[in-house]
């Protein structure tokens, strides 16, 4: 899922740097995330993802990392859950 989503950023958020230079907790919005870029990648996460944000969930702080998509979209669609969670003891990492 992580990279996918970092796939959407690169394609979707035009940011200075690629989203594979970024941590998964990064804030995108420091990195050169604008608020009209955001909601291009959240419209391509939904579309990639085939959900729908619900409302409450259309804020800044769902959308301010990597990690934050990730868990937002494991929010509305649990089965990505296991994908985006890291083991016990570890950081969020993007699959190689």
């Known amino acids: 899922m992580l990279d ?3 796939e959407l950023i690169d394609r979707h958020g035009k940011m200075p740097v690629p989203a594979s230079d970024l ?3 990064q804030e995108l ?3 050169g995330l604008d608020a009209f870029h955001a909601v291009r990648v959240m419209l391509a996460v939904e579309d990639a ?3 729908v944000f619900p409302e409450h969930m259309l804020n800044r702080a769902n959308f301010a990392s ?3 998509i990730a868990l937002s979209v494991a929010e509305v669609f649990p089965s990505k859950l296991q994908t985006c969670l890291p083991s ?3 950081a969020l990492e993007h699959a190689a």
């Open 88 to 90: 016990k003891g570890q």
């Open 23 to 25: 941590a998964d907790d």
């Open 4 to 6: 996918t989503i970092r």
């Open 29 to 31: 919005f420091a990195a």
């Open 49 to 51: 993802f085939e959900i």
């Open 66 to 68: 990597i990690a934050a």
